[in-house]
DNA sequence: CCTCAGTCTTACAACGTTGCAACATCTGGT
DNA sequence: ACCAGATGTTGCAACGTTGTAAGACTGAGG
């Protein structure tokens, strides 16, 4: 049934080499006999076999994406950017979902199953540095997220630390006195670690001194886990007004549960998330996060790859950081609502959104422009598709 | 670099074919022959070359998931399951991201550039039964979603009328008398026109005549969409007190738009979303849906394609549909208040998510037990992984 | 008419794997 | 001792493609 060169070159009366350089836009082709074979080609729907061309060639223009969960948006949402990034350069991107898993993680890293593809990008939760140093001879890997120490690969990612201090200090601006930490986790590096210690900096920056009460732990930062923490915390010694979560899902996950506490956000506690998804910027109340800049992310990471495909794989280790802002929403900014009807006063602003500073002044302002239009987002990218 | 089956055999003293069938587990090797050689595949870090195996083979062992986007929830929720369901097969999922781009659809569904892929399921937004037929002849393809009209292809997906009646009858059930539906649009065919055609069904039956007013479109089905439709009534003649949103996005869009204008969900306006994505549950008030059976839909969808890629190509159209039920939260029944306090009391009830029949009464009760053991979603699964 | 360069086309051999059929070696029954 | 069958092992060819080098046409200059 499929239509191999041969077929066509019998058909068109030419050699098999011919049809090949057609289909390659080669030159040395008389362009009399490149339109005959084409024509051919288009009548038998010729279509070039891809494992066949790479085992010649052992390229594939295929490049792997491996990220933990597909279905976390963060990941979903730089997923689809990226996609969208290699699009532009002509490679196709294959999505694998290693769900965290250490043995998944080092087939994409390395490649998949017998180089399938030309080069990864991966987000690894498991891997170690040694891992990834060795199975990176050898095969072209970008690696998301936050640094492995000295794994001698590229890296891509915004600067937690001083993300995590950002968001920090906007609550300290604000005049919280007791300011919680949700995400931490037990290792002593990565993403959990790496904000904490951004948290605890700016702490230190103010004076103040943080209480180990209010430090609550990540889980696998998903929404769940956010509930959980601030339930817990909630029940404790010390009650927190104001809360900074390591990822937007944990923030969101904690909101629901300062309601079900009968807590209002932002009046009793504030809350400042971490990845700027889109849901947080239609819940309700809207969600004050940092917003690392994914299309940076995205567009490094794919031309990080491109360079390590080409030049030797040696290319040495490269890092590129990412910029990040703080998005000021209604989850830390009460807006100025002249008399009472808090809540719903907040609520008919509408989600405020500006690209505030390190300072929450702006955010008034900012609502007050967004009753106007009616954006409901504010700050943040628009993206085409749809659903079904 | 790569070790292949030649170097091994040297190095093990035996012939390539005794490796091929050491590595693919065939009969008819001795014990010690097979450990023997074993040893140096391990020792020598021997991988299999895929692209060589598939073109002697013709099978790679990857199957194609083609979504329009796979940052909308749904999506990606459903695309994790499938990888999954996959996996227990054996398979490898490649996820690719069509934009809803005929072109990008077709590439799918035809396995790729050069039947890349054993198989592909597919969730086709521009693709028409036509183009759908041609391709799936000499691929083995699964549509995910509506049914194309006499595409002779599997399909997989749930009873879209029915749902849809199920939500509406909801909202008539608890006596919403200008109840509302967004998510139109100008297709005769496809999810749209079928989740509409639901709605005036169950309208018909209750005796209820539809206005147009309140009717929305759906645009892309995002947040936005939902958010400008429910804004756009707000601003006509009829005010709504009841809306019912063809999925959850522009549910969630929708009572962000309500919250903007002061109203109160679901006391002045009760909403029903479709899809049941985790959104919805930590959503404040909580979603009522429809939730899709997504692991029954993931599960067919697979098994099915299995079907298809073992069996004769011309398998015939087979079809599954898969269960959905009605989840009803705070965004439809305001939780019994014994006194004032409305809003908050709701919100401390906790998000109920109980299964109840296609009535609401089961909600209160349910709302009490959430409350107890402080589960945020209810009535749905939890699942593994992590962010970062 | 021959040569030579330039342009176009072709045959052949690989890429790494596995199906096939042939061969080699054992085991146990006559 | 011989054979039949079961059990292991092997060489060859093929999958569809492209790089290489060699071949076959052109037309211009000798």
Not at 22 to 39: E, F, G, I, K, L
Not at 237 to 251: E, G, K, M, S
Not at 296 to 325: K, Y
Not at 338 to 356: E, K, Y
Request: proline share 5%.
């Amino acid at each position: 049934m499929p239509v191999n060169l041969k077929d066509v070159a019998v058909s068109a009366g030419v050699s098999v080499k011919t049809v090949s350089n057609v289909v390659n836009d080669r030159p040395y082709v008389r362009s009399d006999t490149r339109a005959r074979v084409q024509a051919v080609i288009d009548a038998m729907g010729y279509r070039p076999n891809l494992p066949a061309r790479q085992l010649r060639t052992g390229r594939s223009g295929l490049i792997a994406l491996a990220v933990p969960e597909i279905d976390v948006p963060y990941f979903a949402e730089l997923a689809g950017k990226i996609v969208r990034a290699a699009e532009r350069r002509g490679w196709t991107v294959l999505i694998d979902m290693t769900g965290g898993e250490r043995s998944r993680e080092r087939r994409s890293a390395a490649g998949f199953p017998g180089d399938l593809v030309d080069g990864t990008i991966a987000s690894p939760l498991s891997m170690t540095a040694r891992e990834v140093a060795a199975v990176s001879k050898g095969h072209p890997l970008v690696l998301l997220g936050e640094k492995l120490a000295h794994a001698g690969s590229s890296h891509v990612g915004v600067d937690s630390v001083a993300a995590a201090a950002d968001a920090t200090r906007h609550l300290i601006s604000l005049d919280r006195r007791r300011i919680a930490a949700i995400g931490a986790a037990d290792e002593a590096t990565g993403t959990a670690a790496l904000r904490l210690r951004g948290y605890q900096q700016a702490m230190a920056e103010a004076g103040r001194r943080p209480q180990s009460e209010l430090i609550g732990a990540g889980g696998l930062y998903h929404r769940e886990d956010g509930f959980r923490a601030m339930n817990a915390m909630l029940d404790g010694p010390v009650r927190p007004d104001a809360v900074f979560c390591f990822n937007d899902l944990l923030a969101l996950g904690a909101i629901r549960a300062l309601h079900c506490h009968g807590l209002d956000v932002p009046r009793d506690v504030a809350v400042v998330g971490f990845d700027d998804i889109e849901d947080g910027r239609y819940n309700t109340p809207s969600l004050t996060t940092i917003a690392p800049d994914k299309d940076a992310l995205a567009e490094a990471a794919v031309r990080l790859l491109g360079l390590r495909m080409d030049g030797a794989s040696g290319a040495g280790q490269s890092e590129i950081r990412a910029p990040h802002h703080l998005v000021v929403r209604e989850s830390s900014v009460a807006p100025l609502s002249p008399s009472g009807r808090g809540r719903l006063a907040a609520a008919r602003l509408g989600p405020a959104g500006a690209r505030a500073g390190a300072l929450g002044l702006d955010a008034a302002r900012a609502g007050g422009r967004a009753a106007g239009n009616r954006s409901p987002g504010g700050g943040a990218d628009r993206r085409g598709g749809g659903d079904r």
